[in-house]
């Protein structure tokens, strides 16, 4: 330095020489210029240092900070990355794909718990081999499985753990608890729905839906079937419940318009009483066909007429005094004719024979006779098919000849009743009250609305005021007495009374159209009683 300088006007506040104080010191930009120490950041221009610049190795961890990824260029060796070092934030969203990981490198250690969707998983990827022993429950499981995955048998379950049945039987499809019956315009939608009257019990099932004409089958203790309504005409209509009765009193025609089911009782003319120590006669036979198909046209009607009286020869002189038989009833349906027996006639006098004539009902038997008078007619009344039933009994056996008495026509419920030792004759048999498939109340029903028939005292409920419960109907003719005068009862049901002594009384005539047996009287020349005429009675659903 050529010239005299201040020292301080030679340093800056560091220490350091300040440049402008080297005014003496020719300036270089050349490195070779420097011989020792080394160069300030700050005298190195921005750009200079590039990779040529830079020993090998000489760039270590502490000389980088804050190096982008974007600066990486091929793949870093596993052995360069520490355990654990790369967490789940240090890797961007969908950054590794399948070709950054190795084989069998992840395995379930390296993954957090719910971090697999099924957006990872691939189609079918989860087997039955992936799947624990009883690791699926029913949470697991979705709703509708169809039953056809099922296999085996299912196990014994508590029926309060299915689901989807109905609990009552109102509630099933095919079924209705109602407290009615159902009718031909119930319209189901199918044969075989089952109807439940849970008033009077009675169950039906529907045999055939035909719209607004259906037919439903009784299954219980009922009246039958409800068939498609009757439209028809003849003999005297009358109504009570669900039905329309047509009672024929004399012969006639019931003519259908509306074919469908109709119920007929038919009851035969009874038979008349055997004169001078005669026997009852017997009750007309009784027909009861249920839910019998009526087709569209007119049907024949027969009313059988009872048994004629029979006078007596005036004393044992041989002449034959049996009552006569009474006629049958009929009804043609279809082509087939349906026929009722007239009630047997009853033993008069006879030399030759006691017993009473075979019939609907017997006959009874006469005082005398040389058979013997042990024998009693017979019923002789039949059913033609399963359809109806028929109702008819013996006449009575004479008990012995000292009796001097005669025994009691058949009626349609009991046989005649024999003599007594007393010398009273027999009772007529009595009439029928329960017809097959009904009730005693329900058959009264019947007979009250049809005015036919009588009460337990043999009275004809045509002078009743009110019904009395139980009618009976088809009576026997009640046997002769031999000592004082005594009256001997017919059958309840119209059968006529029988009695002791000559004296014609109109109570030994059967009551017409109830199909009674006539009542005998003892004396000589005397006139027995006659038989009752038939009846025929047709009812239907309405």
Avoid at 29 to 53: C, K, V
Avoid at 126 to 155: C, E, F, M, R, Y
Avoid at 199 to 217: F, K, L, M, P
Avoid at 468 to 488: A, L, N
Wanted: glycine share 20%; with cysteine.
């Amino acid at each position: 330095m050529s010239n005299t300088r201040n020292l301080a006007d030679l340093l800056d506040s560091s220490g350091d020489i300040k440049s402008a104080a080297l005014d003496n010191v020719t300036p270089t930009t050349s490195a070779s210029d420097l011989t020792s120490g080394t160069l300030a950041a700050a005298r190195i221009a921005s750009n200079t240092i590039d990779s040529a610049h830079i020993t090998a190795g000489a760039v270590d961890d502490a000389h980088i900070s804050g190096l982008a990824a974007t600066k990486l260029t091929g793949t870093i060796a596993t052995a360069k990355i520490a355990d654990d070092a790369i967490t789940n934030a240090k890797i961007g969203a969908d950054a590794v794909t399948g070709s950054e990981i190795a084989d069998n490198a992840i395995n379930s250690e390296h993954y957090a718990d719910g971090s697999i969707d099924t957006a990872h998983l691939a189609t079918d990827a989860v087997t039955s081999g992936q799947i624990a022993d009883g690791s699926v429950n029913n949470v697991h499981l979705a709703t509708g499985i169809s039953a056809s995955k099922l296999t085996g048998a299912l196990p014994a379950i508590s029926g309060a753990a299915l689901t989807g049945l109905t609990s009552s039987f109102s509630g099933l499809t095919d079924t209705t608890v109602s407290t009615s019956d159902p009718t031909t315009t119930t319209n189901p939608s199918a044969t075989g729905h089952l109807w439940v009257n849970k008033t009077s019990g009675e169950s039906y099932v529907c045999t055939d839906a035909t719209s607004n004409n259906n037919v439903w089958r009784n299954i219980g203790d009922g009246e039958g079937k409800i068939p498609p309504p009757v439209a028809a005409s003849g003999g005297t209509v009358t109504t009570y419940g669900s039905y329309k009765v047509h009672t024929f009193t004399s012969s006639g025609t019931f003519s259908v318009t509306t074919a469908g089911e109709i119920d007929i009782l038919i009851v035969a003319g009874g038979g008349s009483a055997g004169a001078e120590y005669g026997g009852g006669g017997g009750a007309g036979g009784v027909l009861w066909g249920r839910a019998i198909s009526a087709a569209v046209g007119s049907h024949s009607v027969v009313i059988g007429a009872g048994g004629s009286a029979v006078t007596g020869s005036g004393g044992f002189t041989g002449t034959i005094n049996d009552g006569n038989n009474g006629g049958n009833s009929t009804f043609t349906i279809s082509s087939t004719t349906y026929t009722a027996l007239g009630g047997g006639g009853g033993d008069g006098y006879d030399p030759g024979n006691a017993n009473g004539k075979d019939g609907g009902s017997g006959g009874g038997n006469s005082l005398y006779g040389s058979d013997g008078h042990d024998g009693a007619s017979a019923s002789t009344q039949t059913a033609p098919n399963s359809s109806w039933t028929a109702y008819g009994n013996a006449g009575g056996a004479t008990a012995g000849h000292t009796l001097r008495a005669g025994t009691g026509g058949g009626g349609a419920g009991g046989a005649g009743g024999v003599n007594t030792s007393a010398g009273n004759g027999g009772p007529g048999g009595i009439g029928v009250s329960t017809l097959a498939g009904s009730s005693s109340t329900e058959t009264a029903a019947l007979l009250w609305s049809a005015q036919k028939g009588t009460n337990s005292s043999n009275a004809l409920v045509s002078g009743l005021s009110s019904n009395p419960g139980t009618i009976y109907i088809s009576g026997g003719g009640g046997g002769c007495s031999h000592e004082g005068d005594q009256q001997v009862s017919g059958g309840a049901g119209g059968g006529g009374d029988g009695k002791s002594g000559d004296d014609n009384q109109s109570y030994l005539n059967a009551d017409a159209n109830t199909g009674g047996g006539g009542g005998a009287l003892e004396g000589y020349s005397s006139t027995a009683g006659s038989g009752g005429s038939g009846v025929v009675i047709v009812r239907y659903l309405t």
